[in-house]
C-alpha cells in the first residue's frame, strides 16, 4: 500500500495561495503571488529534487491542477527532475466539474474523496505524491488520509490570502521526523499523522 505524502509552502501566517507567480491565485484580491522565489536557493532545490525522487502517482487539486498543467508539459528537458516525473507519471485530480483533461496521464477522481484516495493508495506502490492543494489536503487530514506532511516554512508574514489550517479543522496530532533550515531561513519540517491530540493539565507542586 502506498504512502500519501503532502508537500506544501506556508507563510509565517498560515498562508499557501499562489507561492509561484505574480498572478498565479488572485482570489479574493489576493496581491502576494510569488512569495516563494526570493527564497528560492540551492537547499530550496535541494530538497524540492529529493521529494520529487520519490513519487510513484501525484494526487492534485483543481486549481493546482489547472496551474501545473499550464506550465510543467511545455517543459521538455528530461534532465528536469520535476517536469520528467510529473510529465512521465499518472496523475489524478479531485474535481466534480473537470471532465476532459488534456495532460497525458490524467485521471479524474470525482466520486467519494474518502473511497477513492483509499483505493488509489491501496493501488499506489510508493508515494502518492500531493503537491500545493491546500484545501484538498486539509479534507484528506480530515480523513485521515495523509501519512507524511512537508511543511515548508518560509520567514514571511502576507496578513491575508488563503490559510492551510482553518477555524474548524479537524484537531489532528503529528510526530516530528525530520528538519532542516535553507540557507535563506526556510523551515523544511517532516510529520506524519499521528492520530488525534492528547491533552493534560500542568498542575501545581503537591506542597505549594
Known amino acids: 500500500m502506498g504512502k500519501l505524502v503532502s508537500t506544501l509552502f506556508v507563510t509565517l501566517d498560515g ?3 499562489a507561492p509561484g507567480g505574480r498572478e ?10 510569488g512569495w516563494v522565489f526570493p ?4 537547499d530550496f532545490g535541494k530538497f524540492i529534487t529529493g521529494v520529487f525522487e520519490r513519487p ?5 487539486g483543481r486549481r493546482t491542477y489547472d496551474i501545473f498543467a499550464s506550465y510543467w508539459p511545455k517543459v521538455t528537458d528530461p534532465a528536469d527532475p520535476v517536469a520528467a516525473k510529473l510529465n512521465a507519471l499518472p496523475k489524478y485530480v479531485a474535481s466534480s466539474t ?11 477522481v470525482s466520486g467519494d474523496l474518502g473511497k477513492e484516495v483509499t483505493a488509489l493508495k491501496e493501488r499506489t506502490d510508493g508515494e502518492l505524491q500531493v503537491h500545493g492543494s491546500g ?3 486539509r479534507s484528506l487530514l480530515a480523513l485521515g488520509l495523509v501519512d507524511t506532511l512537508h511543511l515548508m516554512t ?4 502576507l496578513g491575508s490570502g488563503h490559510r492551510l489550517f482553518t477555524e474548524g479543522a479537524v484537531p489532528t496530532r503529528f510526530k516530528h521526523t525530520g528538519g532542516s533550515s535553507t540557507g535563506k531561513g526556510v523551515a523544511i519540517n517532516s510529520y506524519d499523522l499521528a492520530g488525534r491530540p492528547e491533552y493534560g493539565t500542568f498542575g501545581l507542586p503537591e506542597d505549594a
Open 15 to 17: 498562508v499557501y495561495q
Open 24 to 33: 498565479e491565485d488572485t482570489r479574493g484580491g489576493f496581491e502576494h503571488g
Open 39 to 42: 527564497y528560492a536557493d540551492d
Open 56 to 60: 510513484a502517482a501525484f494526487l492534485l
Open 98 to 108: 473537470l471532465t476532459d483533461p488534456g495532460w497525458a496521464g490524467t485521471t479524474v
Open 135 to 137: 484545501a484538498l489536503v
Open 154 to 157: 518560509f520567514p514571511v508574514v
